[in-house]
């Protein structure tokens, strides 16, 4: 087993921001992903996709997806 690269984290918008908390990882080994979502203008059902590229062989593009429902405040700001 080799190490798995991490090599590009891709945002479906500029709405949502990633960080990634590690780009190699040994075998074995995990990291975590910090995703932040700006509702602002949003309103209703809403789908983010997060793909993570890697030097996996078997699959080296995998996509996450974030699904939210936001709800406008009386003042048309979306709730937190």
């Known amino acids: 087993k080799s190490d798995q690269d991490i090599y590009k984290v891709k ?3 500029g709405c949502t921001v990633s960080e990634l908390q590690k780009d190699k990882l040994k075998p074995g080994e ?3 992903i910090k995703v932040t979502f700006n509702s602002a203008g949003h ?3 809403d789908e983010k996709e ?3 590229y890697s030097n996996d062989p078997v699959i080296p593009e995998y996509t996450l997806r974030i699904l939210s ?3 406008l405040k009386g003042n048309g700001e979306a709730s937190k």
């Open 30 to 32: 995990s990291s975590s």
């Open 11 to 13: 945002t479906s918008c």
């Open 43 to 45: 309103n209703g059902r």
């Open 50 to 52: 997060i793909t993570v």
């Open 69 to 71: 429902n936001i709800s």
